[in-house]
């Protein structure tokens, strides 16, 4: 599904990523792990188009779409729920839910796709007519997810859906994203919480100072006592 091979991106004469590979196989949850600065959420946005490569390829199911911009990405069927969440907060819950199949291909799904993310979240389907604002950040979560399977994607990018929540809004957070993956699709989960992503994961990258240290199945991962240490926050 996702192939990167040596992907280089700069801020100027800053290097955020230099020579990172990794590959996402169609239907599997890669994830991510490192620690602040890492250069995590940079790569995530470059795979989305958000930022420019400076060097390396980025592939999507054989395609090269290293120079496209973020539209033709999203034609592709790659949505990203970006840090933050980033919702139209002065926007009701269903309009936010609404800009996710703005795309061609999936307008036509609106009624279909709001019945499939409402089953998917009931609090969500009570507070449609919510300023999306004005909800918990579990919700506002809850709708930066449902947003991005509005668009029926492929791929999902998923930038560190656990920031800020509570420990209890984290597990059923988590929760969701394996739901998701277990209806096929490919997930690349980008998350500083090593041991919920551990759990989810078939495949883990280590990131830092915008290299890749390491990478592997989780149980690799977990073996490698100076792994563990340095980036699972396990002794």
Known sequence: MLKIERLSVSYGDAQALADVSLTVADGELAAVLGPNGAGKTTLVNSIAGLLPACAGTIEL????????????LAERGVALIPEGRRLFNGMTVEENLEIGCYRKSVRSQRV????????????????????????????????????????????????????????????????????????????????????????????????????????????????????????????
């Not at 199911?61 to 539209?71: F, H, S, Y």
């Not at 980008?190 to 989810?200: D, F, G, K, P």
Request: aromatic fraction near 4%; proline fraction near 5%.
């Open 61 to 72: 199911a054989g395609e090269d779409v290293t120079r496209l911009p973020p539209r033709d």
């Open 112 to 235: 279909a796709g709001l019945a499939r993310v409402y089953d998917m979240f009931p609090i969500l389907a009570q507070r449609r007519r919510q300023i999306a604002g004005t909800l918990s950040g579990g919700q506002q979560q809850m709708v930066a997810i449902a947003r991005a399977l509005m668009a029926c994607p492929r791929l999902l990018l998923i930038d560190e859906p656990s920031l800020g929540l509570a420990p209890i809004i984290v597990k059923q957070v988590f929760g969701i994203i394996a739901a998701i993956h277990a209806t096929g699709v490919s997930i690349l989960l980008i998350e500083q919480n090593a041991t919920r992503a551990l759990r989810v994961a078939q495949r883990v990258y280590v990131l830092d100072c915008g290299a890749m240290v390491a990478s592997g199945a989780p149980r690799e991962l977990e073996a490698r006592g100076e792994i563990k240490s340095a980036y699972l926050g396990q002794s």
